[in-house]
């Protein structure tokens, strides 16, 4: 559908808007109850409405909402995948910050020593930090996690990589 879709989630989606920056795709929050505020932002910034509120499908908006109606996260996320056809890419995964959505930076590993366990600074040589809120990631066990979450639940995963 879009290259590059951008999405705001309302706040009882916050697990699908994490899955989705997982994979590389733009997904903000809207922290507040979702209406016409959240609207006019999505408006604004161009981003896909992804909500459970049905009553959001009643209102005047020009853009795109989804109602996302499985409460399964696996559901969810093929469900959004079909929908708006996106791209499982190897190559943007793990590339946004799941705390808050910038876009992540690499940086070289004298800089996070003190960030990260030892254990983890002595057996990892690749960081990537956000430049908005300083979260470091690295390649280990939550990539791993997430890896086989994928592999089970969302279709044709394995072979879309």
Same mark, same amino acid.
């Given at each position: 559908?879009?290259?590059?879709?951008?999405?705001?989630?309302?706040?009882?989606?916050?697990? &699908?808007?994490?899955?989705?920056?997982?994979?590389?795709?733009?997904?903000?929050?809207?922290?507040?109850?979702?209406?016409?505020?959240?609207?006019?932002?999505?408006?604004?910034?161009?981003?896909?409405?992804?909500?459970?509120?049905?009553?959001?499908?009643?209102?005047?908006? %020009?853009?795109?909402?989804? &109602?996302?109606?499985?409460?399964?996260?696996?559901?969810?996320?093929?469900?959004?995948?079909?929908?708006? %056809?996106?791209?499982?890419?190897?190559?943007?995964?793990?590339?946004?910050?799941?705390?808050?959505?910038?876009?992540?930076?690499? +940086?070289?590993?004298?800089?996070?020593?003190?960030? +990260?366990? %030892?254990?983890?600074?002595?057996?990892?040589?690749?960081?990537?930090?956000?430049? %908005?809120?300083?979260?470091?990631?690295?390649?280990?066990?939550?990539?791993?996690?997430?890896?086989?979450?994928?592999?089970?639940?969302?279709?044709?995963?394995?072979?879309?990589?």
């Amino acid at each position: 559908m879009l290259d590059n879709p951008q999405f705001i989630a309302d706040a009882t989606l916050g697990k &699908l808007a994490k899955w989705l920056r997982l994979l590389g795709y733009d997904a903000v929050v809207f922290p507040k109850e979702a209406g016409r505020e959240m609207l006019r932002l999505a408006a604004a910034e161009g981003r896909i409405v992804l909500t459970k509120r049905r009553d959001m499908l009643e209102r005047q908006f %020009s853009g795109c909402l989804y &109602l996302v109606k499985d409460s399964d996260i696996g559901h969810q996320l093929n469900d959004i995948i079909g929908k708006f %056809s996106l791209k499982i890419d190897k190559q943007k995964m793990f590339t946004i910050c799941l705390r808050c959505n910038k876009k992540l930076r690499s +940086v070289p590993a004298e800089k996070v020593r003190n960030l +990260v366990p %030892s254990y983890v600074f002595e057996n990892c040589t690749r960081y990537n930090q956000c430049p %908005s809120c300083h979260n470091v990631y690295w390649t280990g066990t939550h990539q791993r996690n997430a890896l086989q979450f994928m592999e089970k639940h969302l279709a044709n995963f394995h072979g879309r990589l």
